[in-house]
């Protein structure tokens, strides 16, 4: 039995974290959103064996244990006891290490796609509470779409869909280490965003108002090392964008634009600039 499973690329539209767990681990308070730029990852259970193999197209990926896709299916097929194999291949069209969970979001997209092959009859939350174990971006990504998301990144909020609104991506050369950049974190330094007055503008569907309180507490942390991200979310504002912001830990910003000729022109600039540009839109 085989499915299909797309894995969209996230963006942070608000990155917070108050606090950290006495284990280390991050709060997380964010609003997310889901766009279409997404990656297909193609789900094959096997009943001669139980062999999880891995195969992308993209040749900056493992193919082994260190994949986050081969971990969900693992986890799923130890935890439930399942004596099938399964065989995932990867479409890749997210940039790696950049800030968009894409990683993730492939997780995200076994644990769903197993949850009905193996007819596992998992709640979205408890398949979000199991991928929390893999990333904490995976909880998130079992639901998608727009969503509050606290916690250690397992509690979620879906919200309303967002008022229409296009996204420039813009993604530098460099890859960023996640936990590099969370080693860096210093909570009494942080300059925290505004998430609750984000929460009422996406409620209120407000789009001025959502680009004027974004915010992305971890975005000086990569600036700083980073100067480009600086630059480029410079040259977003500078051709038009309503609002420019990293995602996640980077290194890819955003340029927001509530018009779609905007974005557009936006997007035709960003190309002299940056090699990595995709114009896409947050899902419905
Ligand atoms: P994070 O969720 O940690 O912020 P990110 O969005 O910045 O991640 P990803 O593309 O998810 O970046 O990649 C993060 C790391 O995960 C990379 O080192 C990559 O090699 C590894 N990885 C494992 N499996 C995958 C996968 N299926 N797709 C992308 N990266 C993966």
């Not at 969970?101 to 509470?129: C, F, H, K, P």
Request: with cysteine.
């Amino acid at each position: 039995m085989q499915l299909i499973e797309k894995a969209p690329a996230k963006i942070n539209l608000g990155l917070d974290t108050p606090y950290h767990h006495q284990d280390g681990a991050e709060e997380w308070n964010m609003v997310m959103t889901s766009v279409d730029l997404a990656d297909y990852v193609e789900i094959q259970t096997l009943t001669k064996h139980k062999r999880i193999r891995v195969a992308s197209d993209s040749g900056f990926l493992p193919n082994d244990q260190r994949n986050l896709a081969y971990q969900a299916a693992h986890l799923l097929q130890t935890k439930f006891n399942v004596g099938e194999g399964v065989n995932i291949r990867i479409k890749k069209n997210i940039p790696v290490a950049a800030g968009l969970g894409g990683g993730s979001s492939d997780a995200a997209a076994v644990l769903r796609g197993l949850n009905q092959l193996w007819q596992l009859g998992l709640t979205w939350q408890e398949l979000a509470e199991l991928g929390l174990q893999i990333d904490s971006d995976v909880p998130y990504c079992v639901y998608g779409r727009t969503a509050h998301v606290r916690g250690r990144g397992e509690r979620i909020t879906p919200l309303s869909k967002l008022p229409a609104a296009w996204v420039v991506l813009a993604k530098p050369k460099v890859s960023v280490s996640t936990p590099s950049i969370l080693q860096q974190i210093r909570y009494d330094e942080l300059a925290h965003p505004d998430i609750d007055g984000l929460l009422r503008a996406v409620r209120d569907q407000d789009i001025e108002e959502m680009c004027a309180v974004m915010g992305n507490v971890l975005e000086p942390l990569t600036a700083h090392r980073y100067p480009e991200i600086t630059q480029l979310k410079q040259q977003l504002m500078r051709f038009g964008a309503d609002a420019a912001q990293m995602s996640g830990t980077g290194p890819t910003v955003f340029g927001l634009c509530s018009k779609q000729s905007r974005a557009q022109r936006v997007f035709n600039g960003m190309k002299g600039f940056c090699r990595e540009v995709y114009l896409v839109r947050p899902l419905p």
